[in-house]
């Protein structure tokens, strides 16, 4: 292992791959989101991720709750009274797009909301981010899984190996942005559709099945493994851009090589800030951050704990050098200790 | 908040919401508590619904107005004001059950009882050699069984063996326990077959094994008692190596509070199994290692600051205030009648395992509760950020709820 931790590297070529093409990622520009959850569905539909839960959580539109070993992709959903944003930043104007819009009932001012997530009104602001694993460039996870069952691709990203991983779920509390999570049984009953049972969907024998749906519950699959976003895997080796950005219909979420989505961030975010959004801001796209930058990045409207990210995470295993040294020497003093104990007296 | 009748029978209408349990409620309760949404009816009601379901007891510390802590704690750092989404956690706290700190207990006593055994054979112990090769066999066993245990695919535990991984604690830990494993095995056999005589019971052609099983006893002792401090050790860096916040910052100091609670809960085994006038290297093995627990614990709450909150609190506190009784009520037996009654001795040695097993729960326990509050998250690092950045820029903004 070679000790990248304090300079930025192309985590590819860094595990041993040769001649990797361009590491790939996100950027998620949470200021054009508009909350539709299409990401969070095509993530599902396409990964073939089982359901995990159907309530109403009362967090706004939120009621995806959070990043787990079932969902991969979560859209936050903060209501804020604008009274109560931490700056009191200029208010853009609004641009009007020409698009027909609708107020909340008895509202007079039918203008819409401005560009950057401020309502006209001004009493309460929305703020929608799609989060998603980051596929940190010095990733936590991946340093403690002990299968090699997470591993790092040729695209830089990072997956499990569902056919390796045992379960030991040590990747779960590594993870400083709380993406990746055992799957339990309780939380992976699916309803029996006709299509999880090893039919492909679409399969021309099932077509005809649309009357009454079974309501059989089955066993889903990968239960008691790890499971995370795999940045669709499986689609960019084919070529294929991942499914969340593929479904997104405002280009909030955009797929692309890490250089160029890193560069496109700062233009934005240099462009939300001459527009008066002051609180537009970058997140994961330095990489000499705590975990040596994202593969997933984002541009944020407020800080990052108000979408339940960490302000400042940093990779466990920078530590790690220093824990191992300590334990060395506790080793070394009950070794010591016990050799003094025999020492002390002949009783 | 009054509860409209009619948004609760709306709320009635979504058949899944009833059975819903674990992170899901929780989360509604803390998305009640916040009360964010006052004034909207809608979801007014469904906060108010949701919140008459939350649980009488510690779990209501979310409710709005109430401190974090709950009832009767203090805390120990002043309030800290910070933002978060709807109360979430931000880590994950770990799936690890109860397995996880059993098997640092029963790791951590088996270590010590490799050490003793082998000092017990230098020494000429024969009553302690046999408490600690024996003990640290059933220890490590019972460890196995319980690692494996803990895993989601059991079956796939051989898995641990792909790969060699220095940074990955559990691999270093899987290495370490593929080598000590045997090696106290054998140490064990060669203990029982000189139990058992074996060298000479034996029909005459077997007897020459039996020696040699005999013979090994001591090489593999030793060997097993070079390897156990290790065993004892690895364990706190596999806690520290994570997110959770009272883990990592205990990164420091956890590995001798870990070898000191297995210096004491070996100390206390062999207490138990060994004649008083061979377990004295037992008695100062576990007084000296609670001594270092305590010395430890010390400093390393010092460190913490915030994230030692948890270790006072819940479960977490619970654990580890009996541990501390049981720890004085052990040393004391141990070091005022130990060695004199065997009785006295038995007794403290069994207080001692107890506190020893407290204390790794207690810190489990800690770490994973500092996961599920998203304050011993956002804040240490969030004043990590102003600290460099140097501004107060973020002291106090309307934003961040107020707890």
């Given at each position: 292992?070679?000790?990248?931790?304090?300079?930025?590297?192309?985590?590819?070529?860094?595990?041993?791959?040769?001649?990797?093409?361009?590491?790939?990622?996100?950027?998620?520009?949470?200021?054009?989101?508009?909350?539709c959850k299409a990401c969070e569905v095509a993530c599902k539909?396409?990964?073939?991720?089982?359901?995990?839960?159907?309530s109403m959580l009362g967090s706004s539109y939120d009621n995806t709750g959070n990043l787990g070993a079932s969902t991969w992709r979560h859209v936050a959903f903060?209501?804020?009274?604008?009274?109560?944003?931490?700056?009191?930043?200029?208010?853009?104007?609004?641009?009007?797009?020409?698009?027909?819009?609708?107020?909340?009932p008895g509202d007079g001012d039918l203008t819409g909301a401005a560009a950057e997530g401020t309502s006209v009104k001004g009493d309460f602001r929305w703020l929608m981010s799609s989060d998603v694993c980051k596929h940190c460039t010095q990733a936590a996870c991946l340093d403690v899984c002990p299968t090699g069952s997470l591993f790092r691709t040729e695209f830089g990203t990072v997956v499990v190996q569902d056919d390796i991983c045992n379960g030991c779920g040590y990747c779960v509390p590594a993870c400083p942005f709380g993406v990746i999570e055992r799957r339990t049984e309780e939380a992976a009953l699916v309803t029996d559709s006709g299509t999880r049972d090893g039919t492909p969907p679409g399969t021309a024998t099932k077509v005809h099945r649309v009357e009454k749906v079974p309501q059989r519950r089955v066993r889903a699959k990968n239960v008691g493994i790890a499971q995370k976003c795999t940045l669709c895997y499986d689609r960019l080796k084919a070529g294929d851009t991942p499914a969340c950005a593929q479904a997104c219909p405002t280009q909030s979420i955009q797929f692309g090589d890490v250089d160029e989505l890193r560069?496109?961030?700062?233009?934005?975010?240099?462009?939300?800030?001459?527009?008066?959004?002051?609180?537009?801001?970058?997140?994961?796209?330095?990489?000499?951050?705590?975990?040596?930058?994202?593969?997933?990045?984002?541009?944020?409207?407020?800080?990052?704990?108000?979408?339940?990210?960490?302000?400042?995470?940093?990779?466990?295993?920078?530590?790690?050098?220093?824990?191992?040294?300590?334990?060395?020497?506790?080793?070394?003093?009950?070794?010591?200790?016990?050799?003094?104990?025999?020492?002390?007296?002949r009783s | 908040m009054s509860t409209p009748g009619e948004a609760e029978n709306t709320f009635g209408r979504w058949p899944d919401d009833n059975d819903r349990k674990g992170r899901r409620r929780r989360d509604v309760q803390a998305a009640a508590a916040r009360g964010l949404?006052?004034?909207?009816?809608?979801?007014?009601?469904?906060?108010?619904?949701?919140?008459?379901?939350?649980?009488?007891?510690?779990?209501?510390?979310?409710?709005?107005?109430?401190?974090?802590?709950?009832e009767g704690e203090r805390a120990m750092v002043p309030e800290a004001t910070f933002t978060s989404y709807?109360?979430?956690?931000?880590?994950?706290?770990?799936?690890?059950?109860?397995?996880?700190?059993?098997?640092?207990?029963?790791?951590?006593?088996?270590?010590?009882?490799?050490?003793?055994?082998?000092?017990?054979?230098?020494?000429?112990?024969?009553?302690?050699?046999?408490?600690?090769?024996?003990?640290?066999?059933?220890?490590?066993?019972?460890?196995m069984v319980a690692l494996i245990h803990d895993l989601g695919r059991p079956s796939r535990f051989i898995n641990m063996q792909r790969v060699v991984?220095?940074?990955?604690?559990?691999?270093?830990?899987?290495?370490?326990?593929?080598l000590y494993g045997p090696l106290t095995g054998l140490a064990a056999a060669s203990e029982m077959a000189e139990l058992a005589d074996l060298p000479r019971r034996l029909p005459r052609t077997l007897r020459g094994p039996a020696r040699l099983l005999v013979f090994v006893g001591r090489p593999s002792g030793i060997a097993a008692a070079m390897v156990a401090p290790a065993v004892a050790s690895y364990t706190a860096v596999l806690l520290s190596d994570t997110a959770t916040p009272s883990w990592h910052d205990a990164r420091e100091q956890l590995p001798f509070l870990f070898v000191g609670s297995a210096a004491a809960a070996s100390g206390g085994f062999a207490m138990i199994a060994a004649p008083v006038d061979q377990a004295g290297p037992a008695r100062r093995l576990a007084v000296g290692g609670v001594l270092l627990e305590i010395a430890a614990d010390q400093r390393m709450e010092k460190a913490m600051g915030l994230t030692a909150q948890p270790l006072h609190q819940g479960k977490a506190g619970g654990y580890l205030r009996i541990a501390k009784v049981l720890n004085v009520i052990g040393t004391t037996g141990t070091v005022l009648l130990g060695s004199r009654s065997r009785s006295v001795s038995a007794i403290s040695g069994a207080a001692l395992m107890a506190g020893s097993a407290l204390t790794r729960f207690g810190i489990f326990e800690a770490g994973q509760q500092s996961a599920r509050d998203p304050k011993y998250t956002v804040v240490p690092q969030?004043?990590?950020?102003?600290?460099?950045?140097?501004?107060?820029?973020?002291?106090?903004?309307?934003?961040?709820?107020?707890?």
């Amino acid at each position: 292992m070679s000790n990248s931790l304090l300079r930025p590297v192309d985590p590819a070529s860094e595990a041993g791959w040769q001649n990797a093409p361009a590491r790939k990622g996100f950027l998620t520009d949470t200021s054009i989101c508009i909350g539709c959850k299409a990401c969070e569905v095509a993530c599902k539909e396409w990964n073939d991720i089982p359901e995990d839960g159907l309530s109403m959580l009362g967090s706004s539109y939120d009621n995806t709750g959070n990043l787990g070993a079932s969902t991969w992709r979560h859209v936050a959903f903060i209501e804020q009274p604008t009274g109560a944003t931490r700056s009191d930043a200029p208010v853009a104007v609004p641009v009007d797009l020409g698009m027909p819009s609708v107020g909340l009932p008895g509202d007079g001012d039918l203008t819409g909301a401005a560009a950057e997530g401020t309502s006209v009104k001004g009493d309460f602001r929305w703020l929608m981010s799609s989060d998603v694993c980051k596929h940190c460039t010095q990733a936590a996870c991946l340093d403690v899984c002990p299968t090699g069952s997470l591993f790092r691709t040729e695209f830089g990203t990072v997956v499990v190996q569902d056919d390796i991983c045992n379960g030991c779920g040590y990747c779960v509390p590594a993870c400083p942005f709380g993406v990746i999570e055992r799957r339990t049984e309780e939380a992976a009953l699916v309803t029996d559709s006709g299509t999880r049972d090893g039919t492909p969907p679409g399969t021309a024998t099932k077509v005809h099945r649309v009357e009454k749906v079974p309501q059989r519950r089955v066993r889903a699959k990968n239960v008691g493994i790890a499971q995370k976003c795999t940045l669709c895997y499986d689609r960019l080796k084919a070529g294929d851009t991942p499914a969340c950005a593929q479904a997104c219909p405002t280009q909030s979420i955009q797929f692309g090589d890490v250089d160029e989505l890193r560069e496109r961030a700062h233009a934005r975010m240099e462009q939300l800030q001459t527009q008066g959004v002051s609180q537009a801001r970058l997140y994961g796209a330095d990489p000499h951050d705590g975990i040596g930058g994202a593969g997933a990045m984002f541009l944020l409207l407020d800080e990052p704990e108000v979408y339940g990210l960490p302000p400042d995470p940093v990779v466990t295993t920078r530590d790690l050098p220093a824990m191992w040294k300590k334990a060395g020497l506790a080793a070394l003093a009950l070794l010591g200790g016990a050799a003094a104990s025999f020492l002390g007296g002949r009783s | 908040m009054s509860t409209p009748g009619e948004a609760e029978n709306t709320f009635g209408r979504w058949p899944d919401d009833n059975d819903r349990k674990g992170r899901r409620r929780r989360d509604v309760q803390a998305a009640a508590a916040r009360g964010l949404r006052a004034g909207r009816d809608q979801l007014a009601g469904l906060s108010e619904r949701a919140g008459r379901g939350a649980p009488k007891g510690g779990d209501r510390r979310h409710v709005m107005g109430s401190r974090p802590g709950g009832e009767g704690e203090r805390a120990m750092v002043p309030e800290a004001t910070f933002t978060s989404y709807y109360d979430r956690p931000v880590v994950k706290a770990s799936p690890w059950k109860a397995d996880i700190p059993a098997y640092f207990f029963l790791g951590g006593a088996a270590a010590g009882s490799s050490l003793l055994g082998a000092g017990a054979d230098l020494t000429g112990r024969p009553a302690l050699r046999r408490a600690g090769r024996l003990g640290a066999l059933v220890g490590i066993l019972l460890s196995m069984v319980a690692l494996i245990h803990d895993l989601g695919r059991p079956s796939r535990f051989i898995n641990m063996q792909r790969v060699v991984k220095p940074t990955s604690p559990m691999s270093v830990g899987t290495w370490i326990l593929s080598l000590y494993g045997p090696l106290t095995g054998l140490a064990a056999a060669s203990e029982m077959a000189e139990l058992a005589d074996l060298p000479r019971r034996l029909p005459r052609t077997l007897r020459g094994p039996a020696r040699l099983l005999v013979f090994v006893g001591r090489p593999s002792g030793i060997a097993a008692a070079m390897v156990a401090p290790a065993v004892a050790s690895y364990t706190a860096v596999l806690l520290s190596d994570t997110a959770t916040p009272s883990w990592h910052d205990a990164r420091e100091q956890l590995p001798f509070l870990f070898v000191g609670s297995a210096a004491a809960a070996s100390g206390g085994f062999a207490m138990i199994a060994a004649p008083v006038d061979q377990a004295g290297p037992a008695r100062r093995l576990a007084v000296g290692g609670v001594l270092l627990e305590i010395a430890a614990d010390q400093r390393m709450e010092k460190a913490m600051g915030l994230t030692a909150q948890p270790l006072h609190q819940g479960k977490a506190g619970g654990y580890l205030r009996i541990a501390k009784v049981l720890n004085v009520i052990g040393t004391t037996g141990t070091v005022l009648l130990g060695s004199r009654s065997r009785s006295v001795s038995a007794i403290s040695g069994a207080a001692l395992m107890a506190g020893s097993a407290l204390t790794r729960f207690g810190i489990f326990e800690a770490g994973q509760q500092s996961a599920r509050d998203p304050k011993y998250t956002v804040v240490p690092q969030r004043e990590r950020l102003d600290r460099v950045s140097g501004s107060s820029e973020h002291a106090g903004v309307a934003a961040r709820s107020r707890r």
